[in-house]
């Protein structure tokens, strides 16, 4: 099995590759083009018991790209690597091809700074509430983190004014 970092760098081809593809017929706004062609993709990585969906577009091409991005912030966002490896710089576009790697990262410091993070930004050389701001960007994060924070019984971060 591929280390989780290793698939993050894959490019669409090759995390297609090792994916298991489906395509299916789209529901919902979008009229014949999206009721009649199978359009929507999901991805699944096996051995990682993570898949994404997507039935945005009216493009096959364009639904299984947004797709792979899904999956590859499923992956993450939710599978965390010991020891952590801080990432290499402190911002990261969310458009970027490169941030669900750098989240990882930064996730993986966060968890083993038992999601404290006044610790975690100190390790990091930045602000407490810079780090704050970085999750605070990223809505699905956002509530990941906190949902995540919630079940694990420890106080919720505060969003950013």
């Known amino acids: 099995m591929m280390a989780r970092d290793d698939i993050l760098r894959l490019d669409d081809a090759g995390l297609s590759a090792v994916c298991e593809l489906e395509f299916f017929k789209g529901t919902g706004p979008g009229g014949q083009k999206r009721n009649k062609t199978s359009s929507a993709v999901r991805v699944s990585l096996p051995g990682w018991s993570v898949s994404a969906t997507d039935c945005t577009e009216r493009s096959q091409t364009r639904n299984r790209a947004c797709a792979l991005r899904k999956l590859r912030l499923e992956l993450a966002m939710t599978h965390r690597v010991s020891p952590a490896q801080p990432p290499e710089k402190m911002i990261c576009a969310l458009s970027s091809a490169g941030y669900p790697l750098w989240l990882a990262h930064l996730l993986d410091v966060f ?11 100190s390790l990091l050389g930045v602000s407490s509430s810079s780090l704050i701001k970085t999750f605070y960007r990223d809505p699905v994060l956002w509530q990941r983190l906190q949902q995540e924070l919630s079940r694990q019984g420890l106080p919720l971060l505060k969003a950013p004014k």
């Open 111 to 121: 968890g083993e700074n038992a999601c404290d993070p006044r610790e975690t930004a």
